[in-house]
């Protein structure tokens, strides 16, 4: 079974600085994808930045980046610029790529908090 | 495109009632998937549907069924309900094909049972 493993429940981070939220992943499969979500609080879960396995090029969106590192199965977020409306959970989610298994397997989560 | 809706956004009910939550996915996304979200658990996948029909089931008990319509939109319902089916239950919507890998959640549905 895949499993999503993030080990820092909570990260703080300085505005203006850079913080890299941590995501393994456990899998047999070679073709799947893998996704950072954000969910400020009480509000919606958005989709921050998803990685192809099959691509090596890191994914880039704006300020956030990922390091995807197939072979260790690591795929952390890395904030550039961080900013006050950063502070959220952030989930990293696996899933395989077929068209009939839309199942997300989701790590229990990084609480992110932006001081100023 | 309109984003994914789901209503009602709050719902009480008593233990032993039975409850239904229902979703809008995207315009043109024929995948719907529902997730519950709580403290303890986490994010955990219940179901997901694909042109009226279930394609992938979580490990829920079968108090716990959907069903999707011809317009895509799909309902929850989970009957006799227990203290710990407190949750957010989530939806989300994709097209459901291959090569479609992200998801677009909804607000989410907080169901608070006494």
């Known amino acids: 079974a895949q499993t999503v493993t993030q080990s820092q429940p909570e990260m703080s981070v300085q505005e203006a600085e850079t913080v890299t939220l941590s995501c393994t992943y456990d899998?047999?499969?070679?073709?799947?994808?893998l996704f950072w979500y954000k969910q400020p609080p009480s509000r919606q879960m958005i989709l921050v930045i998803r990685?192809?396995?099959?691509?090596?090029q890191n994914a880039t969106e704006n300020r956030f980046s990922v390091n995807f590192q197939k072979a260790a199965k690591s795929f952390s977020l890395k904030i550039s610029d961080s900013q006050l409306g950063d502070a959220a959970m952030y989930f990293c989610?696996?899933?395989?790529?077929?068209?009939?298994?839309?199942?997300?397997?989701f790590g229990t989560g990084t609480r992110l908090q932006v001081t100023l | 495109k309109a984003g994914v809706t789901q209503t009602p956004r709050y719902l009480i009910k008593t233990r032993g009632q039975q409850v239904t939550l229902s979703c809008s996915p995207i315009?043109?996304?024929?995948?719907v998937s529902w997730y519950q979200q709580t403290p303890g658990q986490g994010l955990q996948f219940l179901f997901e549907?694909?042109?009226?029909?279930?394609?992938n089931k979580g490990n829920f008990p079968g108090r716990f069924s959907g069903r999707q319509f011809s317009n895509s939109r799909s309902e929850m319902n989970v009957s006799t309900l227990e203290l710990g089916d407190s949750a957010l239950y989530l939806c989300?919507?994709?097209?459901?094909?291959?090569?479609?890998?992200?998801?677009?959640f909804g607000p989410g549905t907080r169901l608070t049972v006494t």
């Open positions: 989300a919507s994709s097209p459901g094909t291959s090569g479609s890998g992200e998801q677009y």
């Open positions: 899998t047999s499969e070679s073709d799947y994808y």
């Open positions: 990685q192809e396995a099959y691509k090596q």
């Open positions: 989610a696996y899933r395989i790529n077929t068209g009939t298994a839309s199942k997300l397997t």
């Open positions: 315009s043109g996304h024929r995948s």
């Open positions: 549907y694909f042109s009226e029909t279930q394609r």
